[in-house]
């Protein structure tokens, strides 16, 4: 045991005193620091973009120039040829014909390059409103009529459940918010697989690949090194998680202020998150990186050189990207599809799926327990075939690539156990 924890100790140091790792952790901590000095200061450097207006309608031009937007304001030009001059000379950024013919508004803007899709999308809206002014006129509607016909229809969404005596009951429907939740911590799952197989299998293979294992199986058991490789670099990865959590808390307490942090706050509460259905993505989340890590080390083994080692983790990569786009593209648009209900019980695989559908309500707590209890004993079971197969290809140099030094170490497994 305490050869176990010199192996651990040592690999996760190493690690963790890497640039790479550095790297790693200074990246989304880079990307939230842009993204506040880009919402903070927006608009703080330069003026709302200028957009020239051309209409033989006087009015209508009048109406726009008055608008007034925080991204854009509309001014009057003489003419086009007069909005393409102040184009061309950087006086304004873009120019909108508009041409009134028998009251039907068809607007073209012209720019050097695009001025974003908000903007677009909020002129579009201008226009439909104007026209929708024009026509209400010609039907001789009153203001009131037509905020009567412009009047959506109300929509909600209400969760309810049964009791023993078949009477319904109406809930809080909390799915929108755990979707969120699930989509996101998948997403750190896929990061953490990408980021951490090839770490590992190169650390299983890093020193087969020296020749040197004979030395360190002189003193030790080829179990013990196996076990302690994968402990700490599966801790270098629960370190990073950790300080991204702590960095979450920080970035809540600086954006929390903001307006549309405060108005997505406002929309649920924390007996929202802190639930039955967050301790149980949690705990995928926690086998998923256990299980992948596991099979990244498998793989690893398998591999006579390090520079083979991102071969050896491509089945790895592509096995969970199947789960992960499984996930985003199903699961939200389709949580009932009979592909996810399925594919959430698979090894591996569930770890994308079942979050999600237990975030969706699609799937009951029964079913998350059984899922979970699946990827558990799978990942029991992988952890000492992986151990055992270690043991009889530590010392194995195949050429002939993954699937022959596989076939060879499970030929000298069914020896030793004869023996």
Partial sequence: ??????????????????????????????????????????????????????????????????????????????????????????????????????????????????????TDLTIQQLLNGIQSSINAGKLNLTADQVASLQQPASFEKSKVNFDQDGKMTTGVDNTAIQSVISFALTIVLWIIIITYASIIAQEIASEKGTRIMEVIL?????????????????????????????????????????????????SFSLDMILGSFLWFTLAFIVLGIFVYSVLAALCGSLVSKPEDTPKAVQPIIYLAMIGYFIGLSLGAADPQNIIIKITSYVPLISSFIMPIRLATETASIAEGMISLAVLLIFGILLTLFSAKLYKSNVLVYSEGGMLKSLRQSISILRNEKKA
Avoid: C
Wanted: avoid cysteine; charged fraction near 20%.
């Fill in 218 to 266: 002189s003193s030790t058991r080829a179990q013990t090194h196996f076990y302690g490789k994968l402990t700490g670099v599966i801790l270098v990865a629960f370190t990073q998680i950790l300080i991204y959590a702590v960095g979450a808390v920080v970035a809540y307490n600086q954006f929390k202020n903001l307006d549309i942090v405060k108005e997505f706050l406002t």
């Fill in 1 to 118: 045991m305490n050869k176990f924890w010199v192996i651990a100790r040592d690999v996760y140091k190493k690690n963790i005193k890497s640039v790479s790792f550095l790297i790693m952790i200074l990246a989304p901590f880079l990307l939230m620091g842009v993204m506040y000095a880009a919402i903070t200061f927006s608009g703080g450097f330069s003026g709302p973009d200028k957009i020239a207006i051309v209409s033989d309608d006087a009015a209508l031009v009048e109406q726009l120039s008055q608008v007034e937007m925080d991204d854009f304001e509309f001014k009057s030009a003489a003419s086009q040829e007069e909005a393409e001059k102040q184009l061309k000379n950087g006086d304004i950024e873009a120019f909108l014909v508009l041409d009134t013919e028998n009251s039907d508004i068809k607007g073209t803007l012209y720019s050097e390059s695009t001025l974003g899709s908000t």
